[in-house]
């Protein structure tokens, strides 16, 4: 079985850093992108950004970019999204995300169980 | 960045009725698009990939209609399962991009 499991949840303090993980398992880690949305309280889906573990190439948002830093470690199958200094309005839920299929140009399909992150002083 | 307009927002039904649930895609994303359900306290579910093709293990009343900019969802008679919110997803633009429309949420009539 495909799945992805995330770490648990965080609480910050405006301009701490912190990383979040996304594992996967039942699958070739390195074959297929990873991606990650944002959803805040009450709101929609929003995509932060993708990369693909075989070469570590990311992508971003135009909305997150410069914002969030996503990275990959192979050995542990494992994606993460980091922060630099955290502010109030990343508070949210952060899902990651398998592309369906060994393109980018794909659907998400299965998404782990969401790393809630709230920020406050 | 291609905008998705889904509508209505809100869609008050009953158990049983046929819905159909719309996405507008602000220029053609071909049949790029994806739809998932989402219910409350979880993650959201791929239902339908590539406009019209069912994933694994979705119930044959859900289908997927459209390309190029017009796209639609229809539950063909709602279970109570079916309440929740769902997404239309486009993944077809260069450099990449991808896109969510804002939602509708299946109410309780």
């Known amino acids: 079985e495909v799945q992805l499991v995330q770490s648990g949840a965080e609480m910050k303090k405006p301009g701490e850093s912190l990383r979040i993980s996304c594992t996967g398992s039942?699958?070739?880690?390195?074959?297929?992108?990873i991606a990650w949305v944002r959803q805040m309280p009450g709101k929609g889906l929003e995509w932060v950004g993708f990369?693909?573990?075989?070469?570590?190439?990311?992508r971003y948002s135009p909305s997150f970019q410069g914002q969030v830093s996503i990275s990959v470690d192979n050995a542990v199958n494992t994606a993460y999204l980091q922060w630099s200094s955290l502010k109030t309005s990343d508070t949210a839920l952060y899902y990651c995300?398998?592309?369906?299929?060994?393109?980018?140009?794909?659907?998400?399909?299965?998404w782990g169980q969401g790393t809630l992150v709230t920020v406050s002083s | 960045e291609t905008l998705l307009t889904q509508s209505p927002a809100t869609l008050s039904v009953s158990p049983g009725d046929r819905v159909t649930l719309s996405c507008r895609a602000s220029?053609?994303?071909?049949?790029?698009v994806a739809w998932y359900q989402q219910k409350a306290g979880q993650s959201p579910r791929l239902l339908i990939y590539?406009?019209?093709s069912r994933a694994t293990g979705i119930p044959a009343r859900f289908s997927g209609r459209g390309s190029g900019t017009e796209f639609t969802l229809t539950i063909s008679s709602l279970q109570s399962e079916d309440f929740a919110v769902y997404y239309c997803?486009?993944?077809?633009?260069?450099?990449?991009?991808?896109?969510f429309g804002q939602g509708t949420r299946l109410e309780i009539k």
């Open positions: 995300a398998r592309h369906a299929q060994r393109s980018f140009y794909s659907a998400f399909d299965p």
């Open positions: 039942g699958y070739t880690f390195t074959d297929y992108w």
């Open positions: 990369i693909y573990p075989g070469d570590s190439d990311a």
């Open positions: 220029q053609s994303v071909s049949s790029n």
């Open positions: 590539g406009a019209s």
């Open positions: 997803q486009q993944y077809y633009n260069w450099p990449p991009s991808i896109t």
